[in-house]
């Protein structure tokens, strides 16, 4: 089983930056694109961004294109979010997962979700 822990998230004005993590045991991570979801109350968890296992391609939501930029560390086992110029709508909780392509959605492939991580986008 993998096990997803996430941290980075708090409070920032909007236009402001914040650096989310996510590091993942099992030895599994190297091979599994790694992807960010996004939850509001009330509201279906949505597809945020996605990175493939070397690195090299990565996939946005049009919401966060130009700027969120995912990334990933495999030697460390972690998945980053830099999020640049947040609004105050970005505000929700943040989950890292494995996930996949299941048609034109992403969906997520590992067993769990983590505990999330909350960003909050002030106006």
């Known amino acids: 089983q993998v096990q997803l822990v996430e941290s980075g998230g708090g409070l920032v004005q909007a236009g402001g930056s914040l650096r989310l993590s996510c590091v993942a045991s099992?030895?599994?991570?190297?091979?599994?694109?790694m992807g960010w979801f996004r939850q509001t109350p009330g509201k279906e968890r949505e597809f945020v961004a996605a990175v493939t296992p070397s690195g090299l391609s990565t996939f946005y939501a049009d919401s966060v294109k130009g700027r969120f930029t995912i990334s990933r560390d495999n030697a460390k086992n972690t998945v980053y979010l830099q999020m640049n110029l947040l609004k105050p709508e970005d505000t929700a909780v943040y989950y890292c997962?494995?996930?996949?392509?299941?048609?034109?959605?992403?969906?997520?492939?590992?067993?769990?979700w983590g505990q999330g991580t909350q960003v909050t986008v002030s106006s």
């Open positions: 997962a494995a996930v996949g392509r299941n048609g034109d959605r992403w969906i997520r492939t590992s067993n769990t």
């Open positions: 099992g030895r599994t991570f190297t091979t599994n694109i």
